[in-house]
């Protein structure tokens, strides 16, 4: 494998890798077979997998949902593709009512072992019904587990987690990273659900991101270093299961801590990560947290007010100093 992968391939890969280990598990979603996805995301699959494993849908989310359900209930692994994450509202009976709910109500003697994958997030432009970061809507429904990788090979590792897992997992792929690069994991590479990763150890704040907020953390981080602030940045990974013991070991080190997140503030998990934080680490805390998010509006289609809605490296900048004079 090349020294680099793009997140884009790094998609196809962790799933190839899966297909190769697991003869249960298949693919499906619109577009993702001859044209190997609207965002190139599946290429190579039909080549390598055949059409018995790669299945091309109609244009109907629930349609896709619901042959993902009833293929997981009989034993086979599907990833499903739910285009732009915007709409799995169009699915949202499946994903919210039914899928969750089997294991739970047949007393665990049917699980649902499905993943489905979707192009989340803003900051290029889509407009209002193809930009939203929508992990808090997952978030609302027990039931499901919640991955959203930041780098190539987190992508491939959580991919290979969230296949191999008895329970349904809504997999958060980032729009705005698909052209990003990365070192390309080593075989059998997994990483845990819910296993967050501190990706810069800083002593003085503690930034909590997701996904695309991450690299944005990140570059936050470096800006506020040459101001003499340390920050560390936390890579949460994902939502179900929270590794709130990570987030409240960095604490124990910087005692002050601000969430990045993509979502609207209305409702964003950085407040349910803010409510632990109160409830477990309150003792721990030398200042307000503070949570950067997204306003709550619908995202715009122009660049720049679209910049003025989504989290940005000068917000946080911003943030963080309020903090760090408190």
Request: charged share 20%; glycine share 10%.
């Amino acid at each position: 494998m090349a020294d680099v992968i793009t997140y884009r391939d790094a998609v196809a890969e962790g799933i190839a890798r899966e297909m190769r280990r697991d003869a249960s598990v298949v693919c499906l979603g619109e577009d993702i077979a001859a044209a190997g996805g609207v965002f190139k995301t599946a290429t190579g699959l039909l080549k390598e997998f055949g059409p018995e494993r790669v299945w091309d849908t109609p244009i109907s989310e629930q349609a896709i949902a619901g042959a993902a359900m009833g293929a997981a209930m009989t034993g086979m692994r599907p990833v499903a593709e739910i285009m732009f994450s915007d709409f799995l509202a169009c699915c949202w009976d499946y994903l919210a009512n039914e899928i969750p709910k089997v294991r739970y109500m047949t007393g665990g003697q049917v699980t649902v072992p499905l993943v489905v994958r979707t192009a989340n997030g803003g900051g290029l432009g889509f407009g209002a019904q193809h930009s939203q970061a929508t992990e808090n809507w997952a978030l609302t429904v027990p039931g499901l587990k919640i991955a959203a990788p930041a780098t190539p090979a987190d992508v491939i590792g959580l991919l290979a987690a969230a296949i191999r897992s008895d329970d349904p997992v809504v997999f958060f792929e980032h729009k705005g990273l698909f052209a990003t690069k990365g070192p390309p994991p080593p075989a059998d590479h997994v990483v845990e659900l819910g296993r967050a990763a501190v990706v810069r150890e800083g002593t003085d704040v503690t930034l909590v991101a997701l996904a695309s907020m991450v690299p944005l953390a990140l570059t936050a981080a470096d800006v506020l270093a040459g101001e003499g602030i340390e920050a560390e940045v936390v890579d949460l990974r994902c939502l179900v299961p929270l590794d709130a013991a990570t987030v409240l070991a960095s604490l124990r080190r910087t005692s002050r801590l601000v969430t990045v997140e993509e979502n609207p503030y209305q409702g964003g998990w950085g407040a349910t990560v803010v409510s632990v934080v109160a409830d477990e680490g309150f003792g721990l805390l030398d200042a307000p947290v503070r949570r950067v998010a997204g306003e709550c509006v619908p995202l715009p289609f122009a660049d720049t007010l679209e910049q003025q809605v989504i989290p940005t490296v000068d917000k946080v900048v911003t943030e963080v100093r309020r903090l760090a004079a408190y």
